[in-house]
């Protein structure tokens, strides 16, 4: 099965894929955030791999990351979107086993904040209220 790879910005709400010839490798998708995305030289990006829908998110490695994040790693850090479907129920959830597993978490990479801005790439049910 052929995957494609694409930039998203994730500081637009909701995120916009960023319109660039797709990328049939991840090297290719982080060589050009490394170089810079125009229009985007201070946005927070992310590699989306595709196999129509979205199934995989990459956070790129931290140091060709333009925007400062919570999170540090040195290579693109990937979640699969089942994790993605999950750690966004978990957020929303008012059980309090849930709220524990978040805070007991390390989500550098996925803050409630970022994840919900790819609401429309993985079709989340989004919750009026959300806890933050
Ligand atoms: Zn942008
Ligand atoms: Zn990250």
Known sequence: MSSTYRILCLSHDPALTIDTPDYNRPEQAEEAIRAGIDGHTTCDLAIGRYSYPLVDLGCPASRDQPAQ???????????????????????????PTMQQAIKAGHHDCLPWERLQRLRNELDLPIKENPRP
Request: negative net charge; glycine residues 4%.
């Open 69 to 95: 994040l919570r999170c540090h790693h040195g290579s693109t850090i990937w979640t699969d979107k089942d994790w993605l479907l999950l750690l966004a129920a978990a957020y929303q959830s008012d059980d």
